[in-house]
């Protein structure tokens, strides 16, 4: 009984951490649009938060390159289980126009375990809040003790 | 002897319950506040227990024994409050949990950590003084620091000693880090200082500071009630209106930095409280 509590408290109360792998800045005003007191996404429990430590959810725009790769990695192995990843924006899902740049990697997922993917270029606000709601199902399938660091 | 066990459990099941809820409406009325609608009462209950399930990441076994020691030292405090002990035994006892926070934050090299927990050092030694004198306050009206003598007084000591209320009232604010104070958490300023002093806590650790930091909420009330402790009706209304104030102050105030803490704070709470004893000792 305790566990359900625990599960549904997870759904109530996830914190977002946001980073933006040199990104165009398109997908961040889009998920900074979700922050504001218009859609006031404090009634669901949501809070973003500067700290990995503190993140339940990391949401990454943007390529992923050589040089912000070792951060990406770092910023998800700082974060306690379980999390989920949700990337944002057509960067994020492939490497969008940037896919055959010489420095850029593909995907976040080539680096990190994703979970929900939102597509877009950039995301719509509503789509990304959408993206939020997708990723706290996933946490049913997740548990504190499960290791799933980053390679 | 029964008696007292009963006050010493309720004093733990009231501290988290109460401090809870009175930070669920806290957020509510923000919200409110900033026009917004704000989340449900419940939320900090949400967020405690979903930390409490988290996975363990230690940066340093100091900080979660830290940890450990800082909820026992509040809901100590809260308990000798409820069994209506000594209120400057209480105050040392807060004192030494507040400072194994810190100690918790200094044990890690994070620069965050670092600077958060010398603005929560800086933060103790600006409201510690202040609540010293205003239990000398209580002790020249009553003539005990023993809250059983406190409670039982005949007339309500806000209008003796009215000034060391308001000085009561900048302890509370530093104490309940809200603005202008909140410089070592920094509580809605995520930008400047990440979580400052409570970066490096994380998981069921975090869980811990926030559940000992609700017990210092009821425990701070509690002093608030001592000053309307002829009723029930008057003392809840006296809480009730300086939380409120709290909010609001939190709201219309911008943070300041620690120099015109410390300076503000010191000027005026030091000559309140001189000018309300010595009105107390003249008149």
Known sequence: MFKKFIQKSRIKSPWLLHYDCSS??????EVLACLTPVYDIERFGIINVGNPFHADIL???GTVNLRNRKVLVNLFDQ????KVVVAIGSCALSGGIFRETYNVLGGVDKVIPVDVYVPGCPAKPEAIIDGVVMGLDKFKGKNAEEKSHAG | MMSNTVLVISGLVAGPLLGGLINGLDRIITARLQSRIGPPVLQPFYDVIKLLGKEKMVVNVWQAFCAYCYIAAASISLVMFFLRSDLLLILFIQAVGAVFLVIGALSSTSPFSQVGAHRELLQILSYEP??????????LETGSFKIATVYAWSEPLLLKLPFLYLVLGYALTIKLRKSPFDLSTSHHAHQELVKGLLTDYSGPFLALTEIGHWFEIVLLLGFCSLFWATNWVGMMILVAVTYFLEILIDNVSARMNWRWMLGYVWAMGLSLSLVNLIWLYAG
């Open chain 1, 59 to 61: 949401l990454v725009t």
């Open chain 2, 130 to 139: 202040l609540l010293v004198l205003v239990t000398v306050g209580v002790y």
């Open chain 1, 79 to 82: 974060m306690p289980n379980p």
């Open chain 1, 24 to 29: 165009c800045n398109g997908c961040d005003i």
